[in-house]
């Protein structure tokens, strides 16, 4: 059994900052990448960003300049520093894991909400 817990959402304003955080835990033997997803109401699940065991990371176009992705091996956690925000940034994150050569999983989704 594999847990997500993410941390870190909320209201801002635009232009502001927000760090979200997503800890894995469970039987994890290996860390093939982590990353977020985005849902906005009305549109489908997006890419925002994702880091691969190696440290390669892939970000969303949307997102490049503005958002960074990173992972603390040791406690098994991926953040996600958001800076500029733009209220077309509002949506739910969703943390993902793939672990094990292939298994999948989601965290519960964290509400962010940016103000104009």
């Known amino acids: 059994q594999v847990q997500l817990v993410e941390s870190g959402g909320g209201l801002v304003q635009a232009g502001g900052s927000l760090r979200l955080s997503c800890a894995a835990s469970?039987?994890?033997?290996?860390?093939?990448?982590m990353g977020w997803y985005r849902q906005a109401p009305g549109k489908q699940r997006e890419l925002v960003a994702q880091i691969t065991r190696g440290g390669s990371t892939n970000d969303a176009e949307a997102v490049k300049g503005r958002f960074t992705i990173s992972r603390d091996n040791a406690k098994n956690t991926v953040y996600l520093q958001m800076n500029s925000l733009k209220p077309e940034d509002t949506a739910v994150y969703y943390c993902?894991?793939?672990?094990?050569?292939?298994?999948?999983?989601w965290g519960q989704g964290t509400q962010v909400t940016v103000s104009s």
């Open positions: 469970g039987s994890i033997f290996s860390i093939d990448a």
């Open positions: 993902n894991l793939i672990i094990n050569g292939g298994y999948t999983y």
